[in-house]
């Protein structure tokens, strides 16, 4: 059963994207059934609680299991996706839009239900890349298209950090079982709890990489209730309830939870009330309140986290998909200032910069993380330009020169060095032939004048 529930949207997904626009007609229609039938599946599953082994490496024992804490997000995912897709249909979003959204849907479920790290990093890793491409999905606007990378290359710096924690969770315990990491020993535990602090806190867009879910306000507003309700933000929050006996045992990384998640529920709920654009306004509220969620991790509140996340799921997606009714019925995403004059009643409130701004994070990034490591990336390419290739051209124009001396100065030498010794050697090989006549008596005058000769030595040198 638990196959069935991660694998139909899967499935169905998969198909959709490969039919492309042949199946535009009915892929609306087929969202939905699927949709619904992940649902219906999703509700047999909360009833049973299904458990399955999957040994994906020798000697890795993992699986996938529905329990007390994964059944309410795998219930809350399969509705969201429904309504999503419900409003989608109704917008007229074709195959590549449905076949997105199941595939996405289907590795949200995979990430919930994992019991090892290697599982959560496949769901973790294609719910990313569906990610890109749902917030990208309008790819003739470059504005989009830039966002996406943005908000896809922050959440990748970031996901590292779970990669990390696979590799020491194997060193310091021989598995990759969720269950067990808190029974790592010093200093695995204090390096595993690390990565996966920084991997939840970067994908549930909190301080200090909240602005990426600024800019993945360019998709669709169907992807954003979706990503920013039950599924992608709620992921890190969902990870960091998991594993928070892997951040009590660490005896720091609960603390720094509580942190992070407190000033960004600070933070962010400042820069909400600054924001004049309405989906602006949800994005940084789905920041600040994920961060009550990431509270409730550090505070071991696991069951007050959980409700949480279910009612901002249910919530926030509402409050997205009616954002885009708005925008389409007025063709403007400035509503928040008449609901302040409103409020208000007439009081003229100056918004902070800095909130309006999303606290300059951006920029800060950029200033911090990404001019210099360009920097450094420029350096680089410099040194590989300059040295590096400037070596092997400098040895290859040796290399020709050298040829080329040979062939012209030192070749022609050598040749005339060897021509004048083969001179030499036959001419006196010539000289020697000469007495050679064959004759007898000529070899007896020879030797009778060697031994004259040999006479006349032996006198002058007595």
Same mark, same amino acid.
């Given at each position: 059963?638990?196959?069935?529930?991660?694998?139909?949207?899967?499935?169905?997904?998969?198909?959709?994207?490969?039919?492309?626009? &042949?199946?535009?007609?009915?892929?609306?229609?087929?969202?939905v059934a699927v949709a619904a039938a992940v649902l219906a599946l999703a509700g047999a599953a909360a009833a049973a609680r299904p458990a399955a082994r999957v040994a994906v490496l020798p000697g890795a024992p993992g699986g996938l299991a529905v329990d007390g804490l994964s059944v309410a997000m795998v219930v809350t995912v399969a509705a969201a996706v429904l309504l999503v897709l419900l409003h989608a249909a109704a917008e007229g979003f074709g195959a590549r839009f449905s076949g997105l959204m199941l595939v996405f849907a289907g590795a949200m479920l995979v990430t919930v239900t994992a019991s090892d790290l290697l599982l959560l990093l496949m769901g973790w890793e294609v719910m990313g890349a569906m990610?890109?491409?749902?917030?990208?999905?309008?790819?003739?606007?470059?504005?989009?298209?830039?966002?996406?990378?943005?908000?896809?290359?922050?959440?990748?710096?970031?996901?590292?950090?779970?990669?990390?924690?696979?590799?020491?969770?194997?060193?310091?315990?021989?598995?990759?079982?969720?269950?067990?990491?808190?029974?790592?020993?010093?200093?695995?535990?204090?390096?595993?709890?690390?990565?996966?602090?920084?991997?939840?806190?970067?994908?549930?867009?909190?301080?200090?990489?909240?602005?990426?879910?600024?800019?993945?306000?360019?998709?669709?507003?169907?992807?954003?209730? +979706? +990503?920013?309700?039950?599924?992608?933000?709620?992921?890190?929050?969902?990870?960091?309830?998991?594993?928070?006996?892997?951040?009590?045992?660490?005896?720091?990384?609960?603390?720094?939870?509580?942190?992070?998640?407190?000033?960004?529920?600070?933070?962010?709920?400042?820069?909400?009330?600054?924001?004049?654009?309405?989906?602006?306004?949800?994005?940084?509220?789905?920041?600040?309140?994920?961060?009550?969620?990431?509270?409730?991790?550090?505070?071991?509140?696991?069951?007050?986290?959980?409700?949480? +996340?279910?009612?901002?799921?249910?919530?926030?997606?509402?409050?997205?998909?009616?954002?885009?009714?708005?925008?389409?019925?007025?063709?403007?995403?400035?509503?928040?200032?008449?609901?302040?004059?409103?409020?208000?009643?007439?009081?003229?409130?100056?918004?902070?910069?800095?909130?309006?701004?999303?606290?300059?994070?951006?920029?800060?990034?950029?200033?911090?993380?990404?001019?210099?490591?360009?920097?450094?990336?420029?350096?680089?390419? &410099?040194?590989?330009?300059?040295?590096?290739?400037?070596?092997?051209?400098?040895?290859?124009?040796?290399?020709?020169?050298?040829?080329?001396?040979?062939?012209?100065?030192?070749?022609?030498?050598?040749?005339?060095?060897?021509?004048?010794?083969?001179?030499?050697?036959?001419?006196?090989?010539?000289?020697?032939?000469?007495?050679?006549?064959?004759?007898?008596?000529?070899?007896?005058?020879?030797?009778?004048?060697?031994?004259?000769?040999?006479?006349?030595?032996?006198?002058?040198?007595?």
């Amino acid at each position: 059963m638990i196959a069935a529930v991660c694998g139909t949207p899967l499935l169905a997904g998969a198909l959709l994207l490969v039919a492309g626009r &042949r199946a535009d007609r009915v892929a609306p229609a087929a969202g939905v059934a699927v949709a619904a039938a992940v649902l219906a599946l999703a509700g047999a599953a909360a009833a049973a609680r299904p458990a399955a082994r999957v040994a994906v490496l020798p000697g890795a024992p993992g699986g996938l299991a529905v329990d007390g804490l994964s059944v309410a997000m795998v219930v809350t995912v399969a509705a969201a996706v429904l309504l999503v897709l419900l409003h989608a249909a109704a917008e007229g979003f074709g195959a590549r839009f449905s076949g997105l959204m199941l595939v996405f849907a289907g590795a949200m479920l995979v990430t919930v239900t994992a019991s090892d790290l290697l599982l959560l990093l496949m769901g973790w890793e294609v719910m990313g890349a569906m990610s890109y491409a749902l917030i990208g999905y309008r790819w003739t606007d470059d504005g989009a298209v830039r966002s996406a990378a943005a908000a896809f290359v922050t959440t990748r710096a970031t996901d590292t950090g779970l990669y990390l924690a696979a590799g020491f969770a194997l060193a310091g315990t021989g598995s990759l079982s969720l269950a067990g990491l808190e029974a790592a020993r010093s200093p695995w535990i204090d390096l595993i709890a690390a990565g996966v602090v920084v991997a939840a806190l970067g994908k549930s867009a909190q301080l200090p990489f909240s602005f990426w879910l600024s800019r993945a306000m360019a998709g669709p507003s169907a992807v954003s209730a +979706l +990503l920013h309700s039950a599924t992608m933000v709620a992921a890190g929050g969902y990870l960091l309830l998991r594993l928070h006996p892997l951040l009590a045992a660490s005896g720091w990384a609960d603390a720094v939870v509580c942190w992070a998640g407190a000033l960004t529920a600070l933070v962010l709920g400042v820069v909400a009330l600054a924001q004049r654009d309405l989906k602006q306004l949800l994005a940084a509220s789905t920041c600040a309140q994920i961060g009550f969620v990431v509270l409730a991790a550090g505070a071991a509140a696991v069951a007050g986290g959980a409700l949480h +996340l279910v009612a901002h799921a249910a919530v926030k997606s509402l409050l997205f998909l009616c954002a885009g009714v708005w925008l389409a019925r007025t063709g403007t995403p400035l509503a928040t200032a008449a609901v302040v004059a409103a409020v208000a009643k007439g009081v003229r409130v100056r918004a902070p910069a800095w909130g309006l701004h999303w606290a300059y994070l951006e920029r800060a990034a950029h200033a911090g993380v990404v001019r210099p490591v360009l920097a450094l990336a420029r350096g680089l390419a &410099r040194f590989d330009d300059r040295v590096v290739d400037g070596t092997v051209a400098a040895i290859a124009r040796g290399g020709r020169r050298a040829a080329e001396f040979a062939a012209r100065d030192a070749e022609p030498r050598v040749d005339g060095v060897v021509a004048a010794v083969g001179r030499g050697a036959r001419a006196l090989g010539a000289l020697a032939r000469r007495p050679q006549t064959g004759q007898v008596h000529m070899y007896y005058a020879q030797a009778a004048v060697m031994l004259a000769v040999l006479v006349l030595i032996a006198v002058l040198a007595g």
